[in-house]
């Protein structure tokens, strides 16, 4: 700048110092004040009250008052800071896509590691090699992910706090609505895996993303009424529940993982409002978390190669009838769409006598309906990128009083191909 405007270049003044702002040790912060404080992993023991370094007050997460990550306790009362270390059998282990506190990339054939050299590169004996900033972890001789960690993500400092707010606004509901998740909302969009979700619920909510926890009570209480004993209890403030809601989803985005995309299907369930943007972005995470590929050969456990397939099926039907009703361009194309169709040991969910009981009875119709549904969205994509293109509807309109012809040019191949669908 000096050179530019032809001035001799010296120091007018010695630069003011920059100071570190405090951070109060005790009590919680104000919003106001928490807006002032980075979401360091380091300063994040301060922001959350209440926490201490040995346990929480259900005695079943302990924290790190250094680091603020998530620590899970085990049956000895030792403290574990992912799944793989946890004593005991847990469907947990092994896991790529809800791992405590980490989350992961998928590496394309365009981005910086190119996967066709996946091969050359030596791999540990759990099929990772550490980064100078991440790890990457192969699934398959061609296809690996990125894992980074969560602290120092945005609102990574929140998330306890979230979780404890939503947990207080359905107490002492919590464990109702979640049965009645289970018994009503799951059957006919299996997009959870039961088995492992109540596994995480008996140890603590505290081991939920904020706003998976918060969508399944949402949408649980739809069905308030439907329980005699819940009529009796005041309804809690879905707004207010809705709005952390809303906030915690923001804030998982920045580190998503395989439930970031559970709680955005889910929460649009519950609401229509703003659908086409998150769906937007949903799809984009999708991507990124290789839920348009196939999975059945990945080394990850074999329940999560059956959730990414329902789960991506979902968003699927999710984009499409989106599209349809916003008048919005599809954003999945059958191109960069890889899965393989659901099949019944894809729904690895029993029912059992006591299921029946609770009225699950419904799952095998639930499978059937939440299959058929996958079927018809297939031939609605179909429609929407052969029929409503811009393309095709340049070309219709060009066409004039012949448009109808070219019309049922572009329909009557889809019409054929769907038959065997039906």
Same mark, same amino acid.
């Given at each position: 700048m000096c050179r530019f405007h032809n001035q001799e270049c010296s120091f007018l003044h010695i630069p003011d110092s920059l100071k570190r702002r405090p951070i109060q040790d005790e009590g919680e912060l104000t919003p106001t004040k928490r807006?002032?404080?980075?979401?360091?992993?380091?300063?994040?023991?301060?922001?959350?009250?209440?926490?201490?370094?040995?346990?929480?007050?259900?005695g079943r997460i302990i924290k790190s008052p250094e680091t603020q990550d998530r620590i899970i306790q085990t049956t000895s009362g030792s403290g574990v800071e992912e799944y793989d270390d946890l004593e005991g059998p847990s469907l947990l282990k092994k896991t790529l896509g809800l791992q405590?506190?980490?989350?992961?990339?998928?590496?394309?054939a365009t981005s910086g590691i190119e996967p066709a050299l996946l091969g050359l590169i030596p791999i540990g004996e759990n099929d990772v090699v550490q980064l100078a900033d991440s790890t990457l972890r192969r699934v398959s001789l061609t296809e690996a992910f990125l894992l980074f960690p969560d602290p120092g993500t945005q609102g990574y400092c929140d998330e306890l706090e979230d979780l404890d707010a939503i947990e207080a606004i359905v107490k002492p509901h919590g464990k109702a609505l979640v049965d009645m998740y289970f018994r009503i909302v799951f059957p006919s969009f299996p997009i959870l895996h039961k088995e492992v979700y109540l596994e995480k619920y008996s140890r603590s909510y505290r081991e939920f993303s904020p706003p998976l926890l918060a969508s399944v009570y949402l949408l649980a209480l739809h069905y308030w009424s439907y329980d005699e004993e819940l009529n009796r209890s005041t309804k809690p403030d879905i707004n207010l529940l809705e709005e952390v809601a809303r906030k915690a989803l923001g804030d998982t985005i920045h580190r998503p993982k395989l439930s970031t995309v559970q709680a955005g299907l889910l929460f649009l369930q519950h609401t229509d409002t703003d659908s086409a943007e998150l769906t937007a972005q949903l799809v984009s995470i999708a991507y990124g +978390?290789?839920?348009? *590929?196939?999975?059945?050969?990945?080394?990850?456990?074999? =329940?999560?190669?059956? +959730?990414?397939?329902? *789960?991506?099926?979902?968003?699927?039907?999710?984009?499409? =009838?989106?599209?349809?009703?916003?008048?919005?361009?599809?954003?999945?194309?059958s191109s960069n769409w890889a899965l393989r169709p659901v099949i019944?040991?894809?729904?690895?969910?029993?029912?059992?006598?006591?299921?029946?009981?609770?009225?699950?009875s419904e799952v095998e119709k639930g499978r059937i309906l939440f299959t058929h549904m996958i079927k018809l969205s297939i031939i609605l994509a179909d429609l929407l990128e052969s029929v409503f293109t811009v393309k095709t509807t340049i070309e219709i309109s060009a066409a004039g009083a012949n448009g109808i012809s070219i019309l049922l040019e572009k329909v009557k191949p889809v019409q054929l191909r769907q038959v065997s669908l039906i």
């Open positions: 807006q002032l404080v980075e979401p360091n992993p380091m300063t994040c023991s301060k922001l959350v009250d209440g926490i201490s370094s040995q346990s929480n007050s259900s405590n506190k980490h989350y992961s990339q998928y590496v394309g +978390l290789g839920l348009h *590929l196939d999975a059945s050969e990945w080394n990850i456990p074999a =329940w999560e190669k059956g +959730l990414r397939k329902r *789960l991506g099926w979902a968003l699927f039907m999710q984009d499409k =009838w989106s599209s349809l009703g916003s008048g919005r361009v599809s954003l999945i194309h019944k040991t894809d729904f690895p969910e029993n029912s059992s006598h006591e299921d029946e009981k609770e009225g699950s």
